[in-house]
């Protein structure tokens, strides 16, 4: 209000935000853009660790499948009477009691535990598998893989010589999760059935 020759004038003023108003709106929109981009970032890297652990999982069983395979083969050569040495883990001996391993499940052949698994990938750059092989379609995966074999039990045959009728398999795969390590153990039973 102005006082203009004593006559009371009143002078429209333009209403705008305060400097306050403007602080609370800019906070209230940050913390509407912020909270679900916090929240995607967390399901994004929650669903890359459910990857990493499944794909763990997958090797560790791998790995068991690979050593029931062995087993059966030997079973089957027995039951057939053409080989004499009943000690089905022999094969892979490397891996018994105090020794760990690892084993390519494609070529056989038994390695070092601790050696990062490799990927092997087509022409077009496709996932094809793991292993323990090198070359020009072979990258090194962060998953290495720990494989322990451990005789349960033994049983005397009729010939005198004690067979493993029981071994205890502990596969650890483990990778490197940002800066904190992270493993998955798979242990499982397998039993002679001849």
Known sequence: MFLKNNKKEYKKTIAGFTL??????????????????????????SAMYSKDQMTASFLAQDAI??????????GLVIGGGIREDKD?????SGCTDDNNCDIDTITGEIKAAGEPLSVNRDSDGNFLYYGQSSG?????SKFTRKINIVYKTLKGDSDGSSVSDEALVTVTVSWQNGASPESVVVKSFIYNYW
Do not use: H, Y
């Open 136 to 140: 020009d379609n072979f990258s090194t």
């Open 88 to 92: 089905w883990l022999n094969s892979i």
């Open 20 to 45: 306050v108003e403007s602080l609370v709106a800019i906070s209230i929109l940050m913390v509407a853009i912020v909270t679900p981009m916090t929240i995607a970032q967390k399901g994004l890297s």
């Open 65 to 74: 499948e690979f050593i029931k395979n062995k087993r059966d083969e030997i």
